[in-house]
Structures are given as C-alpha cells and as structure tokens.
Nanobody, 113 residues
C-alpha cells in the first residue's frame, strides 16, 4: 500500500520559513511518479502550487531526494496569505494496481502577522 506522509508544518510569523517534507512509503515507484504540492486556504478550494505562479514565485521551491524517496517544499518569506493546509501528491505510473494519484493527509501551515 503506497502512502504519502507530510511533515514540517506549523505556525510561523510573517517573513519566516518552513520546509515541508513528503515521504513515499513505496520507494521503488518513486521515479515513476510526478510529485506535486497543493494547498487549501481556509474557505477556499485546493489549488496546485506552481513555482511559476506569481503568488509564490521566488519564495517557494520544490526539490526531491531520490535516495530517500522524499520530496520537499521550501517556503520562504511567508505571508498570512500562505496560511493553508498543504498536501503532497504523487501521480504514479506502472501496473494497474499501482498507477493512480496518491495523496498525503495534509499538514497545516499558519502564518501570523
């Protein structure tokens, strides 16, 4: 059973930083997956985080560590607008019993002014 587990959320003051991590339990499929991050602000729909989006451009960065089957979302210069539940997702290819999109449960990021 493939599972994604996020960590690293919390409460931080505006201007602060956080690094979110997402671990994929089934490491052998890691390279077969497109990894993404989403967030859901309070009262809003879940949205894909694209580092090309003006709202996060230059502040957020996505990376991965193939040896650990983990990927990361670095959050810098946080503002109160970044307050949301952050989700990692992996869109994986392969045999029918593996190929699907997997989601983590989410981690809360709260930015205070």
């Amino acid at each position: 059973q493939v599972q994604l587990v996020e960590s690293g959320g919390g409460s931080v003051q505006a201007g602060g930083t956080l690094k979110l991590s997402c671990a994929i339990s089934y490491g052998t499929i890691f390279s077969r997956c497109v990894k993404r991050w989403y967030r859901q602000p309070p009262g809003k729909e879940r949205e894909l985080i694209s580092i090309l989006n003006d709202s996060v451009k230059g502040r957020f960065a996505i990376s991965q560590d193939n040896t650990k089957s983990m990927f990361y979302l670095q959050l810098n210069s946080l503002t109160t607008e970044d307050t949301a539940v952050y989700f990692c997702a992996a869109d994986c290819t392969g045999p029918p019993d593996i190929a699907r999109v997997y989601w983590g449960r989410g981690t809360q990021v709260t930015v205070t002014s």
